[in-house]
């Protein structure tokens, strides 16, 4: 079960198109959904991905899932943008688990520069999201066990 704000921003011609208020719409879209899989598909737990676009945060889950896990595939770039995930996961009994996808600011450059124009982020938007990450690097603290990755996807720290 995958849940991602990105998936409801693409057009039926398979093109990506980002616009204030079809953000808001996926956002929105992807809050029903999650509720939905809490709610009726029985998760064994929660991981939020986090990092900055082009990290690899899709590729690690392509390698990663697994039945029965809710993932919910995002920048989550602050920890206010974390907390209603969790809270509404750990009021509903199930465990949640942060990966984060600490990948080199430079090496999310190269790859987004590889991108489709309409799924190439801008760098002063990658720059300005890697900087809020390591404002305040997501922690344990925020109710979630925490699995940091670095770019080849070997977990550390």
């Not at 990506?16 to 208020?21: G, R």
């Not at 676009?53 to 995002?74: C, I, N």
């Not at 996961?89 to 080199?104: F, K, N, Q, R």
Request: glycine share 6%.
């Amino acid at each position: 079960m995958i849940v991602s704000p990105d998936a409801y921003l693409y057009t039926e011609d398979g093109k990506y198109h980002w616009t204030s208020d079809r953000v808001k719409a996926a956002w929105d879209r992807s809050r029903e959904a999650f509720t939905g899989h809490l709610a009726w598909g029985n998760p064994s737990k929660v991981v939020l991905l986090m990092g900055v676009p082009a990290a690899g945060k899709s590729t690690w889950l392509a390698e990663h899932e697994r039945a029965g896990v809710l993932y919910f595939d995002a920048t989550l770039d602050l920890p206010w943008k974390r907390e209603p995930w969790i809270k509404q996961a750990t009021e509903a009994g199930v465990p949640v688990e942060i990966v984060w996808l600490d990948t080199p600011l430079e090496v999310c450059i190269e790859r987004n520069a590889t991108r489709s124009e309409d799924r190439r982020v801008p760098v002063e938007v990658l720059r300005a999201m890697h900087d809020k990450i390591l404002s305040a690097p997501p922690s344990e603290a925020e109710g979630a066990t925490l699995t940091t990755v670095n770019p080849k996807g070997v977990p550390h720290g």
